[in-house]
């Protein structure tokens, strides 16, 4: 009997695969970035440690692990502590749905859409907690700031995931990505003929993902030449670097959904070569591509007002995605009337 | 923009009495530049109250220039604002030589006006690429630094210092400009040109950049007139005063230039002013590379020890942050009786406590970012 197929084995691989995945992902993207900042300013970036600085992270790491973890004397110690726990373990678990090529899913969930956006929503939780938790100034004003940037955001997202959801009809990932097969003009971001604005609510959804993982230009939690270090301002040591994996955690999770809801997930763009390690190699590379995207803005634009940033979602991107699943239901549903 | 104004002043009229708290914003902060400590007293996130306080970095120039003679006070004054330290030592040389009644040689005026053109762009690049870091964009102040490398490589080449310069002697220069040093402020004119271009493609024109400044912090010219602002701040206030037009020194009457004036008196014109000034300092530096002339560097006689006739000298230049005037009160001793140093960003900042009330944080930030602060300038 093969041993992959006993269940608790299987559990144990999917366990230590995604730990290490978000790890090296937390690790080495923070590496990527610090190159590609580096490349974008004209400056090499980290390249002391190791060959390039590959080895920069793991000095990073040890620097970050050999700090005390300080809990300030006033903060609500309990509190402190859970948040950067808390903060880390949504993106973990969302990963456990994500299909990574058409065999490689750790669980296969019918709900799988429903779940990654239920626990998605957690991370907001955790940031403001340890804001609050900090007793700080500056962490209680970027506390508040991230409650009020995610209620703006999650409900332009949660609008485009609703159109999405009515164009494939199911929320299980895996059959969302089945459904793109055969080539990119396949996907879900070129199907102009079920929503003449899929792209528009493509980008609106990576607009709400920067915003909801709290990336430049939206880096109002953070913001810090206003806010010092935001809500983690008394977090030190390995509590700070918690915080920092799950930013990047949650990068990953965001371009994940991206990439599975609008580019075809492991599909190929040329319509064959999808399966198995092809898949995963389609998939990564379109997960990279996005996440570079993301650095590239950050480094790129400066931070935009906070009121600016709520007009935004109020004002354009919530009014644009209704209207984006209103014409989605028309276009599916007006065959219905010449039948 | 309006809409959101009156929800603040309708919220701070609301809540005035009660739920404020204090935010010590400082001395050490990263939008402080330095050792600026702002005491804020904030409803949420608007600004009720903000009271920069200063003194951090105080290192009583004025006193060290009571007591030592006017050449050992001289280095001094390249320490005053560390960014702009040609026109500073500009300001202290020229009111000896106006006390002394020293005639510099025509060679040493279009030199001055060479270099301090050049300190003036590389401070305004510093500004230009902290103001962006201030508003969260880190890219721009590596841009910056790379063409303000080149200003700082000529300068290094013609006097040896990268910073603080003390270039300019009384009565002249520490040494003459060669030949290198002109030919390469020629090329850097023509390096610098589609640069400025470049920074007007990346940043000006940024939507989310003419967003953060368009509007915010708008100071009206007779506040700047109140408080002495001077130099870009109130040149984005519509007024045209720039001391090298207003009280001409050197050679800037032989030379032509603008006066870039915005009449918007928001952030985004005192941003546009600066870019602008880059520009014709650039045009000025090519005017008086034309028709620098030849001869002597430093004036025929000038006393080892200097001894100005007992009176009352002043002498204004235009530096990077506004009008710095140098006053020497002299009761014909080999030290002054007074010096008085009239820094622009002490005055520039002044007007802080009034202008930031009822503004949101990072609105404030943004102002404090136009107003191109140096810590030291204001303490002196």
């Keep these: ?339 | 923009m309006t809409a959101t104004k009156d929800i603040a002043a309708a919220a701070l009229a609301e809540h005035a009495p009660h739920e404020t708290f204090t935010l010590n914003l400082g001395p050490q902060h990263p939008a402080a530049h330095g050792v600026l400590r702002v005491l804020m007293t904030m409803d949420g996130e608007w600004i009720q109250r903000a009271e920069p306080i200063i003194g951090y970095i105080h290192r009583m120039h004025e006193k060290m220039g009571e007591n030592r003679t006017y050449a050992k006070f001289l280095p001094n004054t390249s320490r005053i604002d560390y960014l702009s330290a040609m026109h500073y030592t500009h300001a202290f040389v020229g009111a000896v030589e106006r006390a002394a009644k020293i005639e510099v040689p025509a060679r040493t005026e279009y030199i001055r006006v060479i270099t301090s053109e050049l300190n003036r762009i590389s401070s305004h690049m510093v500004w230009w690429g902290a103001l962006l870091l201030d508003l969260g964009g880190f890219t721009p102040i590596l841009y910056a630094f790379d063409d303000r490398e080149k200003i700082l490589d000529l300068l290094e080449g013609l006097c040896g210092a990268r910073l603080t310069y003390c270039y300019y002697r009384f009565g002249g220069l520490s040494n003459d400009a060669d030949d290198a040093f002109l030919k390469g402020t020629r090329d850097f004119v023509k390096h610098m040109q589609p640069r400025l271009q470049m920074y007007r493609d990346l940043v000006t024109d940024n939507v989310i950049l003419r967003k953060r400044l368009t509007g915010i912090g708008p100071i009206s010219a007779d506040i700047c007139r109140k408080y002495g602002a001077t130099g870009p701040v109130i040149r984005g206030s519509g007024v045209a005063y720039d001391v090298r037009r207003a009280e001409p020194y050197s050679v800037y009457p032989q030379l032509q230039f603008k006066i870039p004036t915005y009449t918007e008196c928001d952030s985004m014109a005192r941003y546009l002013v600066r870019m602008d000034e880059m520009e014709q300092s650039l045009h000025i530096i090519e005017q008086a590379l034309d028709q620098i002339p030849a001869g002597p560097f430093m004036a025929a006689k000038v006393p080892r020890v200097l001894k100005l006739p007992a009176g009352d000298t002043c002498y204004a230049v235009e530096a990077a942050r506004g009008r710095f005037m140098v006053r020497i009160v002299s009761d014909g001793k080999d030290q002054p009786y007074r010096v008085k140093l009239r820094a622009p960003s002490f005055s520039n900042l002044s007007l802080f406590e009034e202008t930031s009330k009822g503004m949101i944080l990072p609105d404030a930030l943004a102002m404090m970012g136009s107003l191109d602060l140096v810590i030291p300038d204001i303490d002196r």
């Excluded at chain 1, 990574?100 to 929503?121: E, P, Y």
């Excluded at chain 1, 409900?155 to 164009?167: F, Q, R």
């Excluded at chain 1, 389609?282 to 993301?294: G, M």
């Design chain 1, 1 to 339: 009997m093969n041993l992959l197929e006993l269940e608790p084995i299987r559990v144990l691989l999917y366990l230590v695969g995604i730990c290490a995945f978000v790890g090296g992902n937390a690790a080495y993207l923070v590496l990527a970035e610090r190159k590609g900042a580096g490349r974008i300013q004209r400056r090499p970036g980290p390249n002391e440690a190791g060959w390039a600085g590959i080895l920069q992270p793991i000095a990073d790491g040890i620097k970050l692990l050999a700090k005390q973890v300080m809990v300030p004397p006033g903060t609500d110690s309990l509190l402190f502590r859970a948040a950067p726990l808390m903060v880390m373990a949504p993106p973990l678990m969302c990963l456990a749905t994500i299909p990574f090529s058409d065999t490689l899913v750790a669980r296969n969930l019918n709900i799988g859409l429903l779940f990654v956006f239920s626990f998605g929503s957690i991370n907001v939780m955790a940031l403001m907690l340890g804001g609050w938790a900090s007793r700080n100034k500056y962490a209680i004003i970027s506390a508040a700031r991230v409650v009020s940037q995610s209620v703006a955001y999650e409900i332009p997202m949660l609008l485009v995931v609703i159109t999405m959801l009515m164009v494939a009809g199911t929320m299980n990932l895996q059959e969302i990505i089945v459904q793109q097969a055969g080539g990119f003009w396949h996907w879900n971001l070129f199907k102009v003929w079920v929503n003449p604005l899929m792209p528009v609510t493509f980008v609106i959804f990576f607009i709400c993902m920067l915003a909801e993982t709290n990336r430049a230009p939206f880096d109002m939690a953070e913001a810090e030449s206003e806010l010092v270090a935001g809500a983690f301002t008394e977090y030190g040591g390995m509590g700070f670097g918690v915080f920092f994996m799950a930013e990047y955690a949650n990068i990953v999770v965001g371009c994940c959904l991206a990439t599975i809801l609008f580019l075809g997930g492991w599909q190929s763009p040329i319509g064959v070569l999808s399966g198995g390690f092809w898949g995963l190699g389609w998939f990564l590379l379109k997960l990279y591509a996005l996440i570079f995207t993301v650095i590239w803005i950050r480094w790129t634009f400066p931070r935009t007002q906070f009121y600016s940033l709520l007009n935004l979602s109020w004002k354009i991107l919530i009014p644009i995605s209704l209207v984006t699943l209103l014409l989605t239901g028309v276009v599916m549903k007006l065959p219905l009337l010449f039948r």
